[in-house]
């Protein structure tokens, strides 16, 4: 971790910049990658103590300021602040990390199954000339039944010219 402690308005203090550098070290626990600190200690109108503290992970700013009566009482303070800001942004991109989708090969997905959605249909035992009436009616494309006469499973579908085919199986029924 690098840490790079600036002092403005302020006399340079080895204490002040070690107990700094101390406390703001502990902030790597938090992060994989090694961070570029910087930290600002101020004095604004001779009694108000303020530290600025700014970093960048991954593309991602994190700043904070304190401003107290003591130095040191405002650099704990920023430690806490920073804290939770590094928790709240490492769980952000954990939670994208678990729900970012996972590349799959769309070429198999498509190899196992092309079929979209499947449904039951009860064939109804009725007429050729009624299931067509009833397919006009309905306005579909085509319409599943059982022959009333041979008990055999048909299918009825509208040709392109307007008019109807007739698809009958044969075989032995259950």
Same mark, same amino acid.
């Given at each position: 971790m690098n840490i790079t402690i600036s002092f403005r308005h302020i006399e340079p203090n080895d204490?002040?910049?070690?107990?700094?550098?101390?406390? +703001?070290?502990?902030?790597?626990?938090? +992060?994989e990658v090694p961070l570029?600190?910087?930290v600002?200690?101020?004095l604004e109108r001779k009694?108000?103590?303020r530290v600025d503290v700014m970093f960048t992970i991954n593309g991602v700013v994190i700043n904070a300021h304190e401003v107290m009566d003591d130095m040191y009482a405002a650099i704990d303070k920023i430690l806490d602040k920073l804290e939770r800001r590094l928790t709240k942004y490492r769980d952000k991109l954990k939670k994208y990390r678990?729900?970012?989708?996972?590349?799959?090969n769309i070429a198999e997905e498509q190899k196992i199954s092309k079929i979209i959605v499947s449904r039951t249909i009860d064939a109804k035992p009725i007429d050729p000339e009624e299931a067509v009436m009833q397919l006009e009616a309905s306005g579909d494309s085509f319409m599943i039944f059982r022959d009333r006469e041979s008990d055999n499973v048909c299918v009825v579908y509208k040709r392109k010219d307007g008019g109807f085919n007739l698809i009958e199986t044969t075989g032995k029924t259950l």
């Open positions: 204490n002040l910049k070690r107990y700094a550098e101390e406390k +703001i070290s502990k902030l790597q626990k938090y +992060i570029d600190v910087h600002v200690l101020s009694y108000r103590q678990e729900i970012k989708p996972k590349r799959t």
